[in-house]
């Protein structure tokens, strides 16, 4: 790759927005599945810190960003601090009478490395995209319609049921509800939950009738463009040398701690 190629990438602060979204698309999806396929801590390593370069270059905002990669962890927390103790393996220590092993402790940070870093990438690549054009490059990569008409939907009307959300609590307050601990409190949250669906359900059948009144057959017309420019090659040839090398090495040399 020479250095005019390069340029053509970093001669914008936020050349990652300026991607074609298909290529973000594809890059993230063959990411994960080269993460996935790694079990080298050192390729690990070198895999997390080409995500965090990514999160540096997108621009995100630290505190926000670090919140969403702080949540994901919290789902595997638990299964991190479990391993040491439930793999076999060489004792590190004990802890009331069991032995936490180093193969374990050794699975958990690949995991955690595995994870972080295909979270990392994931929003740096589709976390600056628009929900209407991640759902359009999606439809343009054939994606079915029905799931890309699932996702265009829910973030269109996301807010109007958060709105009627926000209607119905404040109608239970009016009413003096108080949560508690109690039937009660689960009974009204039971009937706002059923509530919240039958108006949910009701307002899809009315948009549904007013988008037949308006010729819709199933299928939208996207009439926006997205051209793949000389970033875009760059920036995937680039992203496929990068994974082919980390499966190679993978392959030569193994799981190396």
Not at 184 to 195: A, E, F, Q, W
Not at 245 to 250: G, N, P, R
């Amino acid at each position: 790759m020479s250095q005019d190629d390069v340029s053509v990438i970093t001669s914008n602060k936020m050349w990652i927005r300026m991607l074609d979204p298909r290529v973000r698309i594809v890059s993230v999806v063959a990411f994960a599945v080269t993460i996935v396929q790694l079990s080298s801590l050192p390729l690990l390593a070198v895999s997390l810190g080409l995500a965090f370069f990514l999160m540096t270059q997108a621009r995100l905002p630290f505190w926000p960003t670090a919140k969403r990669v702080a949540m994901m962890d919290g789902f595997i927390v638990f299964l991190l601090i479990m391993l040491p103790f439930t793999t076999p393996g060489q004792a590190m220590f004990h802890i009331l009478g069991f032995a936490a092993s180093f193969e374990g402790l050794q699975k958990a940070i690949i995991i955690l490395f595995k994870a972080n870093a295909i979270v990392m990438t994931t929003l740096s690549l589709l976390g600056t995209l628009e929900a209407v054009t991640l759902g359009h490059a999606l439809a343009r990569l054939k994606v079915p319609d029905s799931l890309v008409h699932l996702l265009l939907f829910t973030v269109r009307y996301i807010e109007v049921l958060h709105a009627e959300y926000r209607r119905l609590r404040t109608a239970m307050k009016c009413r003096g509800f108080s949560p508690s601990n109690s039937w009660h409190t689960y009974r009204s949250v039971g009937y706002l939950v059923g509530m919240l669906l039958i108006r949910s359900f009701e307002r899809s059948e009315r948009i549904l009738q007013a988008m037949k009144c308006r010729g819709f057959q199933g299928q939208f017309h996207i009439l926006d463009s997205i051209e793949f420019t000389r970033r875009d090659a760059v920036f995937s040839s680039f992203a496929s040398l990068v994974m082919l090398t980390l499966v190679a090495l993978e392959v030569m040399y193994g799981p190396v701690a």
